[in-house]
């Protein structure tokens, strides 16, 4: 069994893991923890996400049981935000590289890992697709309501200043409070289906859906966000480079 470990705030770390396991491990039994457990599994694999020493530095050789591989999937990070956390991070057998880190933290991995590489992620299939409206641009958010609505309103003035009036449809789980009327609300998971038939995709500029969304990035405008570790502007300005 491979047993991952995905701790973090919203659905970004599990649905990563889930494209990992799909991607080099399809069809494999595997166990998520979102918390470090006292004891662990019995696992084939341990798998640690985004952070290399867990969110808040529990992560240490001594938790990891010997001769299991550990593998990490790094993807960027605020690394002089990071960095002070760590104090004796484990030993990697591999480190898939899902995007771009910087310097330092990359020079990092390579001194913790047996071998650096990169990995292309492909999502697990998803089931039925709703139809949208012809013309009609996507707001794609699962965090806070308040940054929710502040794509919402970014969708809108990006439309006022194309001169369009397209049909707006948010998919997040929860409706915020204060939606305009004349903006759909869809709950729908995964939302990356749905890019294919948006005009525009309207979204921060998070891990999953950036990646998401590379096949659509002639349609796709982010609003980054401030976060404690992930580095949403510097992912930003790398889309908005091209």
């Known amino acids: 069994m491979i047993v991952c470990y995905a701790r973090g705030g919203g659905f970004g770390h599990l649905t990563r893991v889930r494209a990992y ?14 918390e470090w457990p ?3 599994p019995d696992a084939a694999e341990i798998v640690v996400d985004a952070f290399p020493a867990g969110l808040e530095g529990e992560l240490t050789r001594a938790g990891l049981p010997p001769g299991v591989p550990v593998v990490h999937l790094a993807r960027l990070l605020r690394w002089d935000a990071y960095r002070p956390l760590i104090s004796q991070t ?3 057998d591999r480190t898939w590289l ?10 990092f991995l390579r001194s913790v890992s047996a071998r650096v590489e990169p990995l292309a992620l492909t999502d697990p299939p998803a089931g039925d697709v709703p139809v949208l409206e012809a013309g009609g641009w996507l707001v794609v958010h699962s965090g ?5 609505m502040e794509l919402v309103a970014y969708a809108r003035e990006s439309a006022a200043a194309e001169g369009a009036r397209p049909r707006i449809t948010l998919v997040s789980p929860v409706a915020p409070a204060g939606l305009p009327p004349e903006v759909a609300h869809l709950a729908a998971r995964p939302a990356w289906p749905l890019f294919a038939g948006a005009a525009r995709i309207i979204s921060a500029a998070g891990f999953n859906t950036v990646r998401q969304a590379a096949p659509h990035r002639h349609k ?12 949403q502007f510097t ?7 091209g």
């Open 90 to 92: 484990p030993r990697f």
């Open 21 to 34: 396991l799909h991607t080099v491990h399809p069809g494999a039994e595997a166990t998520i923890l979102t």
């Open 144 to 148: 806070p309501p308040e940054e929710t």
């Open 220 to 231: 796709h405008r982010v609003l980054p966000f401030p976060r404690r570790f992930d580095d």
């Open 235 to 241: 992912r930003a300005a790398r889309l908005r480079a």
């Open 98 to 107: 899902v995007e771009p880190v910087s310097g330092p933290h990359l020079a």
């Open 38 to 40: 006292d004891r662990l």
